[in-house]
């Protein structure tokens, strides 16, 4: 069966859906196809304790507030779920689902999209599809011969898993800072990161960091001096667990260790930790197999933008991979913009 439209936006998450608002807003005919059953992106796959860095109003799709949490200051992932659902249906967006999207190849003057359940041609593709399908595991020796339990952050959901176990935790950013805080009261807890950590001021939110990552974008298109936006601040947010456990002094870090054993891990002097299980909390790739067909990635595995347009293939668009397709646009709040200038662009350009 093949069906065409003049969009087709891959991915029913937050970007897609701050796509499809625009789209709709600029009447063009699009559809949106999810891989996932339910809506709710990624958010209803994240470990059971994430809140959100910002207060439900600062972190909102366009055209609707998120509602407050009951009790709440920041959201639970739950939360942010059920908005997502709700701003869907509230737009009665048109969401295809579970579609899983096999390959986008040009056709002529059009794109074809080719999916486990059909074919569909467009004049424009939005890529929205984030990165939480694809973990990073860093290539440490030994990992191979590591006897425990190894796990990414996408397979961790609670502290109730590793009671009274030995565990590692790998990683310096956000997502290490917070699985390491859940864990810390009821594990033997080693935190490991590739530096020392740095934390965020106790009073930046995400609605500072947001404020940041804009002025940065906007000194770099001025042509001003980079001053280095939100990395500039530190690397860890620190949201009321991070900050209890930071100041209990449960947190203490080391240093990377430099192989794993049958047993635990290692350093380059000779001293060991034993573990259970190692949570590798280092990080995502953008999930965009499904544009191999194009061959638009470059010597590095990137693929070249001019704000979200992809510049060796003008049809498509990649929409909330970070901040090089718009500043903190995989986050709720920073995605509406560059959904909005997307949405112009192909309006534009479909004339």
Not at 196 to 218: C, M
Not at 224 to 247: C, K, M, N
Not at 316 to 335: C, E, K, N, R
Request: charged letters at 20%.
């Amino acid at each position: 069966m093949s069906r065409r439209t003049q969009v087709v936006v891959i991915g029913g998450g937050q970007s897609g859906l701050a796509a499809g608002y625009h789209l709709r807003r600029l009447g063009l005919d699009f559809v949106v196809l999810d891989a996932q059953t339910t809506p709710g992106g990624a958010w209803q796959h994240t470990w059971d304790s994430l809140r959100l860095f910002s207060p439900a109003a600062y972190s909102s799709l366009p055209g609707r507030l998120m509602p407050a949490q009951s009790g709440e200051t920041y959201p639970d992932a739950q939360h942010v779920v059920e908005y997502l659902t709700d701003y869907e249906k509230r737009h009665e967006f048109p969401v295809e689902r579970p579609v899983r999207v096999l390959g986008v190849h040009r056709d002529g003057v059009l794109l074809r999209v080719e999916t486990d359940s059909g074919t569909w041609h467009a004049r424009a593709v939005i890529s929205a599809t984030g990165s939480w399908l694809r973990p990073f595991l860093p290539a440490v020796p030994g990992r191979a011969v590591f006897e425990g339990r190894q796990l990414h952050t996408v397979e961790y959901r609670s502290p109730a898993d590793f009671a009274g176990q030995c565990v590692i935790v790998v990683g310096g950013g956000n997502s290490g800072a917070q699985i390491a805080a859940d864990l810390a009261p009821s594990t033997d807890l080693t935190w490991v990161t590739q530096r020392p950590p740095r934390f965020l001021a106790d009073d930046i939110d995400g609605r500072a960091l947001f404020d940041v990552a804009t002025s940065r974008r906007r000194a770099l298109d001025e042509g001003r001096t980079d001053a280095g936006g939100v990395t500039s601040l530190g690397d860890i947010v620190a949201v009321p667990p991070v900050r209890e456990a930071r100041d209990r002094g449960l947190l203490a870090r080391r240093p990377m260790f430099t192989r794993l054993n049958s047993g635990g891990v290692e350093w380059a002097d000779g001293t060991r930790a034993e573990a259970d299980a190692i949570i590798w909390c280092t990080g995502f790739r953008p999930a965009l197999s499904h544009l191999a067909p194009l061959q638009l990635r470059g010597r590095r595995g990137h693929i070249a933008t001019s704000g979200t347009r992809a510049l060796s293939e003008p049809r498509l668009h990649l929409l909330g991979y970070g901040d090089w397709t718009g500043p903190a646009s995989a986050t709720l709040i920073g995605v509406g913009r560059p959904a909005r200038e997307t949405a112009r662009e192909i309006a534009e350009r479909l004339g």
